[in-house]
């Protein structure tokens, strides 16, 4: 993932709202939801639910499919991969940070 990508991800995200609506897709997997089912799941109003899915889908981190008369919101577990690699691609200095002997490792 480009850099400037990473940044209009983590921008996406930095808003309670849309990281409610992108965790609740995360939970729901491939199967993804519908707005509505999205709305009422986060009792969030439509419109404003609206606006965060299209902050999401611009970001990369969604996408939308039609199916009949329903729009399918799915989080883009690609690109959310790719965001987590690139933030933890440094960690701990190469060094491997699950292992409770590694001394360089202040996440341990």
Avoid: W
């Avoid at 995200?13 to 999205?38: D, E, H, K, M, W």
């Avoid at 577990?77 to 940070?97: D, I, K, W």
């Amino acid at each position: 993932m480009e850099e400037q990508a990473i940044v209009k991800a983590l921008a996406a995200l930095a808003q309670a709202a849309r990281l409610q609506v992108f965790r609740t897709l995360v939970v729901a997997g491939p199967l993804g939801l519908t707005p509505s089912a999205l709305a009422q799941t986060l009792e969030v109003p439509a419109s404003t639910l609206s606006f965060h899915l299209k902050e999401l889908l611009n970001a990369g981190l969604v996408s939308q499919e039609r199916e009949g008369r329903n729009l399918i919101y799915r989080a883009a577990f690609t690109q959310m991969n790719e965001l987590l690699a690139y933030l933890t691609a440094n960690c701990c200095q190469g060094e491997a940070c699950l292992t409770i002997s590694t001394p360089n490792c202040s996440a341990c």
